[in-house]
């Protein structure tokens, strides 16, 4: 059945009220397709979601304790928590989109060498594809479950994959990334105070970030028979949104900025979302849409290449990509809802 402005497929979230959940609430106010049917959260429980909520504007949803069915399910919960309802979820015929970590990594034993906990299903770890639409497009409307990958690895992955892929580049890899403060989510903790937060930067994770295992397994099939070396530091800055990710890695063929440039054009030629830009991309290019761009050089001095990729941790990095995701899935157009996006600036 379709509803008043002829959409027919129905969507629901489970913990609307976290910033990934609440970003895809928005974006599916105007999909085309997509019909938020309800929405979950905890502590909001039984509030309308424009009273949790009011900067979505009007909406008749209550926000429930349990989750109901749809076509789609989007669950944007904290890592185990994610785990532990998606197989229910699947149970009832939905497709599920997981913005969390729990089913990025294909093995059970590093979900619990990085995350510490025991993967309750891993029998669905071989079931999810990890949905970074660019590079596993064609296989993502065969399954029924989404891993959508993280921010720093959509970010860092779209940037190394195609010198890799092409044998421009050595696998030993450097991503330097600088991450918002909404990429922590609502949770509080020292470092998030503004007061902390402000007029700073830090690096953190430095022996080991969760999203480590995640770049290394997706870069990783585009040498097969060498081993990756990855170092990825990631840096908490003073500002809301966005990502800004720098990457090197030593050439291993004499190329000029331009050529390295043209790899990358043609890599992503098709692609509605990902651009390659003539200068250094900067994150506010990118805030709130489910653009990624990336501007790609070289260092003759140090034969080294480098790219910077620039996207929204909370749209490209978490809910446009899962929309994207969900529009795959549907074999809908895989911009709908997500075209229209532009930057506020300045
Ligand atoms: N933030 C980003 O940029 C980003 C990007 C990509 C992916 N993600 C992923 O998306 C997921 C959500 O992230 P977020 O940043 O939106 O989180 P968030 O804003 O910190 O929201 C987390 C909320 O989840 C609820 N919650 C915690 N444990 C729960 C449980 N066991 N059962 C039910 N609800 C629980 C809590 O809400 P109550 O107060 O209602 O209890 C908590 O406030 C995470 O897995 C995260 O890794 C986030």
């Known amino acids: 059945m379709k509803d008043m402005i002829g959409r027919s497929l129905t969507a629901g979230i489970i913990n609307v009220t976290g910033y990934a959940g609440s970003e895809t609430a928005r974006l599916l106010r105007h999909h085309p397709a997509f019909t938020l049917a309800w929405v979950s959260g905890r502590s909001e429980a039984g509030k309308r979601l424009d009273e949790a909520l009011p900067h979505l504007g009007p909406s008749e949803l209550v926000i429930q304790e349990e989750p109901g069915t749809a076509d789609v399910i989007f669950v944007a919960l904290p890592h185990g ?7 229910d979820l699947l149970a009832t015929g939905a497709r599920v989109v997981d913005l969390s970590a729990d089913f990025r990594l294909v093995s ?6 990085w995350y510490g906990l025991e993967h309750p299903r891993p029998d ?21 479950l989404i ?19 092409a044998g421009l580049i050595e696998p030993d890899l450097l991503v330097d990334a600088k991450s918002g403060l909404s990429g922590a989510g609502r949770g509080l903790a020292l470092a998030y105070h503004f007061s902390e937060a402000d007029e700073n930067c830090a690096a953190y994770a430095v022996g080991g970030h969760r999203h480590w295992p995640e770049i290394h397994q997706e870069l990783q099939q585009y040498v097969p028979g060498q081993e990756v070396r990855l170092t990825f530091i990631p840096h908490l800055i003073p500002m809301v949104r966005g990502i800004l990710a720098t990457c090197y890695a030593p ?3 004499e190329v000029d900025a331009a050529t390295a440039a043209d790899l990358y054009r043609e890599a992503y030629r098709d692609e509605p979302f990902v651009a390659v830009t003539a200068r250094p991309p900067q994150t506010k290019w990118t805030a709130s849409t489910n653009r990624c761009l990336i501007h790609v050089t070289v260092d003759p001095r140090a034969r080294r290449f480098i790219a910077i990729a620039a996207l929204d941790n909370l749209i490209k990095g978490a809910a446009g990509q899962a929309i994207q995701n969900a529009n795959l899935l549907f074999h809908l ?14």
């Open 108 to 113: 059970a034993a590093a979900y619990r060498e």
């Open 251 to 253: 050439l291993c063929q």
């Open 333 to 346: 157009p895989e911009t709908a809802g997500l075209d229209t996006l532009t930057p506020a600036y300045p």
């Open 147 to 165: 891993a959508n990958p993280g921010c720093y690895p959509t970010a860092a992955i779209l940037a190394l994959a195609p010198a890799l892929r």
């Open 124 to 144: 669905l770890l071989e079931e999810a594809v990890y949905g970074l639409c660019e590079l596993h497009r064609a296989i993502i409307p065969t399954t029924n």
């Open 81 to 87: 928590a994610a785990a532990a309802v998606v197989p």
